[in-house]
């Protein structure tokens, strides 16, 4: 009794640290694939799902675009793929969002560096 109680102490804390860390990097990778290719919603949430931490659902990605377009971040078109399909909304990038990634991305780097110098201490 005492080790499945441990275990499921356990999970609910893993399951809480990998929320915290989809929740801290999660825009980062958005905007880090957008930067790559014009993408729609429902793509991201596809690629994203190859990558376990990353992995993220409707209603977690389309309040973050609609977040990044009011930023001015990103920019949206409407495009219809084939007759008698619905058109998708695609998301690219803007210079200010541009300008936004090389700052995520500095620190990106910085957040790692730091944690590698703090496993030596």
Same mark, same amino acid.
């Given at each position: ?12 804390? +893993? =399951? ?6 989809? *929740?801290? !990097? /999660? ?8 930067? +790559?290719?014009?993408? $729609? ?10 990558? @376990?931490?990353?992995? !993220?659902?409707?209603? !977690?990605?389309? @309040?973050?675009?609609? *977040? /990044?377009?009011? +930023?001015?971040?990103?920019?949206? $078109? ?6 008698? !399909? @619905?058109?998708?909304? $695609?998301? *690219?990038?803007? @210079?200010? =969002? &541009?300008? $936004? ?8 780097? &910085?957040?790692?560096? +730091? ?7």
């Amino acid at each position: 009794m005492y080790i499945e109680i441990m275990k499921r102490i356990g999970d609910k804390m +893993n =399951g809480e640290w990998i929320s915290q860390i989809k *929740r801290g !990097t /999660l825009e980062y990778a958005v905007m880090l694939l957008i930067s +790559n290719k014009e993408r $729609y919603g429902y793509d991201l949430i596809q690629i994203l799902e190859q990558y @376990p931490m990353l992995a !993220t659902k409707e209603s !977690t990605i389309y @309040p973050l675009l609609r *977040r /990044l377009l009011k +930023n001015g971040y990103l920019e949206s $078109y409407w495009h219809q793929m084939e007759e008698g !399909t @619905p058109a998708r909304k $695609y998301y *690219r990038m803007t @210079p200010l =969002g &541009l300008s $936004y990634l090389q700052k995520l991305e500095q620190d990106w780097q &910085l957040l790692i560096q +730091n944690m590698s110098d703090l496993e030596k201490e």
